[in-house]
T-cell receptor, first 113, second 116 residues
Framework: GDSVTQMEGPVTLSEEAFLTINCTYT??????LFWYVQYPGEGLQLLLK?????DKGSNKGFEATYRKETTSFHLEKGSVQVSDSAVYFC????????????FGSGTRLSIRP | GAVVSQHPSRVICKSGTSVKIECRSL??????MFWYRQFPKQSLMLMAT?????????EQGVEKDKFLINHASLTLSTLTVTSAHPEDSSFYIC????????????FGQGTRLTVV
């Protein structure tokens, strides 16, 4: 079945460091890919998305490119801030009348000042 | 973006009682709503999918008689945890999809349920 695998955390970085969180997927057809962010005590917020191969999603300095050849959607940011500390979920969904979102296990990111 | 409001954000209840959690789409019609459960430091586990006006579809292993889901209108779905036990303590999150954006879901803020 369809699935999402992302790197295990926790990931701890210093402020202004470069961030990569790896995400790969297994799916038939042409899924849409997402990164969601969950700040402490809150629900999920959509961070960025890409709906077809080679699309790049970007938001708040974060980027991820939909790579069909490697079935990947790695999240990157050039210079992280303390406020980026959160849990990040990679996810996919496929177009249908009731599209389920399949989530990865989540990666906890902590940024040291 | 679209707003989904979930209420309450926190609730503490005694064992054996029932708790109702509401999920409302504030500025769009939610044809489908999803209910998730999240254990500490784990990912979201889909519990059930509900379409307006029809019975919810539960994922394998989720007790439908314990977790009652009602999706009575295009803007409201409710999850009732019946006869709650301490092991039901968890973070519950709803999400909603509109007919016009089937590849995107909007999430509520979540409800932290503690059963004592």
């Amino acid at each position: 079945g369809d699935s999402v695998t992302q790197m295990e955390g926790p990931v701890t970085l210093s402020e202004e460091a470069f961030l990569t969180i790896n995400c790969t997927y297994t799916a038939t057809g042409y899924p849409s890919l997402f990164w969601y962010v969950q700040y402490p005590g809150e629900g999920l917020q959509l961070l960025l998305k890409a709906t077809k191969a080679d699309d790049k999603g970007s938001n708040k300095g974060f980027e991820a490119t939909y790579r069909k050849e490697t079935t990947s959607f790695h999240l990157e940011k050039g210079s992280v801030q303390v406020s980026d500390s959160a849990v990040y979920f990679c996810a996919l969904t496929k177009y249908s009348s009731a599209s389920k979102i399949i989530f990865g296990s989540g990666t906890r990111l902590s940024i040291r000042p | 973006g679209a707003v989904v409001s979930q209420h309450p954000s926190r609730v503490i209840c005694k064992s054996g009682t029932s708790v109702k959690i509401e999920c409302r789409s504030l500025d769009f019609q939610a044809t489908t709503m999803f209910w998730y459960r999240q254990f500490p430091k784990q990912s979201l586990m889909l519990m059930a999918t509900s379409n307006e006006g029809s019975k919810a579809t539960y994922e394998q292993g989720v007790e439908k008689d314990k977790f009652l889901i009602n999706h009575a209108s295009l803007t409201l779905s409710t999850l009732t945890v019946t006869s709650a036990h301490p092991e039901d303590s968890s973070f519950y999150i709803c999400s909603a999809q509109s007919k016009g954006a089937l590849d995107e879901a909007f999430f509520g803020q979540g409800t932290r349920l503690t059963v004592v």
